[in-house]
């Protein structure tokens, strides 16, 4: 669906296009009346505006000027829409890298002690890469120490921005926190994170190659 600024431009091109139309027309009507007159006087009406060469020519000047009007508005509806879908492009780009490094930083920071097992599976299934092996080859000790500790871990991103990118990876960087509950006594205390986190395609999906924490 075309937006409302791509809608704006296509009626000012109708708009100028029927401008130009008119203005034909008139200028025929004033040629008519010119001649009209000289006929009735028996003269070629010297001195009017639309008398001669230029009566004959003015309708083609004023056609010429308004398909360049035309031409020049047409130019510039193409160079608007060329730029708003850019610009869609770009935000829709953007807003995927960050979703797929919200998801996977909460992921990270989310473990339940009760499906301790899951969750570690989750940060997994979320990662590529080297990262991926370095946490899938310790997954068994982060169940332990979860069930160990009773721990329960509740993450949430409060701001995120991509600070780069290529064709198929990425870099956001974020502004986290989790709230740790334990046998050791923590009940939901929180703790705040600034992460930079690096995505890679993998199977057309964003996953994290790379975590690191920033102070």
Not at 84 to 97: G, I, K, Q
Request: charged share 25%.
């Amino acid at each position: 669906m075309a937006s409302d600024g791509d809608g704006d431009a296509v009626a000012q091109v109708i708009a100028d296009l029927a401008e130009a139309e008119a203005a034909e027309a008139e200028a025929l009507a004033e040629a008519a009346r010119a001649r009209a007159t000289a006929v009735r006087l028996g003269v070629e009406a010297p001195g009017t505006p639309m008398s001669g060469k230029f009566a004959r020519w003015w309708p083609r000047l004023a056609l010429a000027s308004a398909i360049l009007v035309i031409c020049a508005s047409l130019t510039l509806t193409g160079l608007m829409i060329w730029q708003h879908r850019e610009t869609t492009a770009r935000h829709a780009d953007e807003a995927e890298f960050i979703a797929a490094a919200k998801s996977g930083v909460i992921a990270l920071l989310s473990l339940d002690y009760h499906h301790a097992k899951d969750d570690v599976q989750r940060v997994i299934d979320a990662a590529t890469g080297s990262f991926k092996d370095d946490f899938a080859r310790d997954a068994d000790d982060f169940v332990k120490t979860a069930q160990d500790a009773k721990a329960v871990t509740v993450g949430s991103v409060s701001a995120a921005a991509l600070e780069s990118r290529t064709a198929d990876s990425g870099v956001v960087l974020l502004a986290a926190s989790s709230k740790v509950t334990n046998a050791n006594g923590a009940q939901q205390d929180p703790r705040s994170w600034r992460m930079s986190v690096t995505l890679t395609r993998d199977g057309g999906q964003l996953k994290m190659s790379n975590v690191e924490f920033v102070p």
